[in-house]
């Protein structure tokens, strides 16, 4: 399987749940993204990796706790969670600086409802 | 306080004809500027990009504009076709690179035939 994948691609949790949400890639990338979209709003970065070390974290809050065990892979573990954070969660990779071409390449998404 | 802004949240064009989809940005350090496109159910996928060194880069039927100095960038689409209908994303990052990217609202084209 190739490009970037996202799992699953639809969750509806209960303000109490914890749940993760996942995301690979195979495309040999060491920068990793996750970005969550709201109705109407721009794409907002929330948490950025580079080689598995967290570089950015966007004021996010506690209730979102990124994990990078790999290269390859990240997570979004979520806990009492608030209606407002219903929205689509993007992941997104990179490859390394000064490859032939550095844009970031994202997978399709998780639709997230909180109830 | 939005620094990256596409003014339009839809445009419709007929087949064959030019679409051509705004952005406008606030910040002068931006110095990289793409374009991703977005089907329904599917994630952002690059279209094109553009260096703040250069004002005009082309790729195939998509050409994107860059006026520094009004801080306004621009793509071009010609011929427009069916398949191009989407929701099409300006961003703008720093340092030359797509480390960090600022996204736009997006912009919603149709293209009827």
């Known amino acids: 399987e190739t490009g970037v994948t996202q799992t699953p691609r639809h969750l509806v949790m209960g303000m109490t749940n914890k749940k993760s949400l996942k995301c690979e890639q195979h495309?040999?990338?060491?920068?990793m993204y996750w970005y969550k979209q709201s109705a109407k709003k721009p794409l907002e970065l929330m948490f950025v990796y580079n080689f598995k070390e967290q570089t950015e974290n966007n004021s996010v809050p506690s209730r979102f706790s990124p994990e990078c065990p790999n290269s390859s892979h990240l997570f979004l573990h979520l806990h009492t969670l608030q209606p407002e954070d219903s929205a689509l969660y993007l992941c997104a990779s990179r490859a390394p600086e000064r490859s032939s071409y550095n844009e970031q390449f994202f997978g399709p998404g998780t639709r997230l409802t909180v109830l | 306080d939005q620094q990256v802004k596409q003014n339009s949240p839809s445009l419709s064009v007929q087949e064959g004809r030019i679409s051509i989809l705004n952005c406008d940005y606030t910040n002068s350090m931006f110095d990289y500027f793409l374009w991703y496109k977005k089907y329904p159910a599917e994630g952002p996928t690059f279209l094109i990009s553009?260096?703040?060194?250069?004002d005009k880069n082309e790729d195939g039927r998509f050409t994107v504009f860059l006026n520094k100095s009004a801080k306004h960038l621009s793509l071009h689409i010609v011929p427009s076709q069916p398949g191009d209908s989407a929701v099409y994303f300006c961003a703008a990052s720093y340092n030359q690179g797509a480390q960090k990217l600022v996204f736009g609202q997006g912009t919603r084209l149709t293209i009827n035939p």
């Open positions: 495309l040999g990338h060491n920068a």
């Open positions: 553009i260096s703040s060194i250069k």
